[in-house]
């Protein structure tokens, strides 16, 4: 019988940070066994970039054949640049898509690391001619496009959860290995539902989560018109704080809907983030990838993303005059979390006032400002000043990328008749820990959520 080894270096103990490795035992010789990655990911808390990034990876990044890249978000990405610099030189595999947002992404986040390195004197971990190398490693992939690695042969699964999103399915010896990544909530306004999945053997998935369920999505439309209604109606500025990969393009389809069918005021609408600008641009070269409702909209020649109250400031000259264009406007401005980004200066100059909302629509982690603010904080800290939050908070959580705890729980039940074993990973401890007790009592599936460092030896 094969026996193969997962060890999970990032993301066992948190939602960030994915690193996980699946070893081949076949051989014998530890030093023999063939290493393949999945995700390698930034560690991300109250600050972009954490200090623990910058530690040495538990392993020779050298002795790694490959690195599967489930999807473009920060933390499955953001160290692997590092990878790279610390001596990789395998082959790194994802969608297309994946790669593209990818690049965009690494080259913001070197940025970021930039400054936040200045301010508190660090050295950054990865260069521009790591992001480089890196690029050149890198090979695209269609879903379900399958490549031999070792014994195992591996192809991507559409996950539904941001534009290229990918489960990696390991198949070898008529068994087969499942790492979820992050899965979507469905049905999203873009995307495809998560593919069903069959005949799974082990089973890694995440669990942000896991412990919660979202509001009803049918009502989100409406929602999401009623909170612009009302802030137009008061004369007010909507300031989203928006993830610039899925988020963003769907507040952008959702919004330009809304006008189109005359449901809320022409009110201008800014997409104040260049790296959102320009993921945007990617999402309109990848129509392929999106849901039949959305592709019905295209064929019929009504493009999306473009609507003439949509103004792109890419540059800070462009995004200063945001403020002097007084009056009625929706601000959409990275970060998500508000823990950095121009959504900052937004929230300083809006949450003061009454007639303002601020609408949190995505996962804030524990410590960010965003997860202060949602939570209901009257005083904050932004930019070193003390702010008093008088405008309106709202929380939409049904935008959330995620699957909630049902969908969760579904995902794995469907197919619980075949599977040994079930690492439940990427999420609160307090999520992880929730889901695992749902998959015992509703489907008798042996769930465990394993910390960071663990291994475990599995017969495939
Ligand atoms: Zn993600």
Known sequence: MNKSRITFYGGANGVTGSNFMLEDLSSGLEADNLKILVDCGLHQGNKIVENSNREPFNYNPQEIEALFVTHAHLDHIGRI????????????????PTKEIAELSLRDSLGVMEKEAKKDKHAIFYREEDIVKTMELWQGMD???S?????????????GHILGSAMVEFTS????????????????????????????????????????????????????????????????????????????QEILFEVENLMEASKIPLVPVFLDSP????????????????????????NNGDGIFHFPQLQQTRTTEESKEIAQRLGRKIIIAGSGMSNGGRIL?????????????LLIAGYQAAGSLGRLLSEGAKEVTIMGERIRVRSRIEN?????????STALSEYAGQTADTLEETFVVMGEPKS?????????????????????????????
């Open 345 to 357: 200066h937004h929230e300083k100059r809006y949450l003061p006032q009454k007639n303002n909302t």
């Open 143 to 145: 879903y379900h496009q």
């Open 81 to 96: 640049p590092k990878l790279v610099r610390d001596g990789f030189r395998g082959k790194i595999y994802s969608t297309y």
């Open 147 to 159: 490549i031999k690695i070792g014994r195992f042969s591996v192809q991507f699964l559409d996950a």
């Open 173 to 248: 010896g008529g068994k087969k290995t499942i790492f979820s990544g992050d899965l979507g909530n469905s049905p999203a306004p873009l995307l495809k539902p998560a593919e069903k999945i069959s005949d799974v053997n082990y089973l890694l998935m995440e669990s942000v989560y896991g412990d919660r369920e979202h509001e009803n999505k049918d009502s989100r439309r409406q929602h999401l018109k009623d909170i612009i209604l009302s802030t137009m109606q008061a004369g007010g500025v909507l300031m989203i704080p928006a993830f610039s990969i899925e988020r963003t």
């Open 432 to 460: 992880s820990l929730a889901l695992v007790q749902r998959l015992k009592d509703e489907w008798a599936i042996k769930a465990s959520s394993p910390n960071d460092g663990d291994s475990r030896e599995i017969d495939f």
């Open 396 to 404: 939409l959580s049904a935008y959330s990328a995620h699957m909630d």
């Open 275 to 298: 790296l959102a600008i320009s993921i945007t641009d990617i999402y309109r070269r990848y129509e392929r990838y999106f849901n039949k409702e959305v592709k019905y909209i295209i």
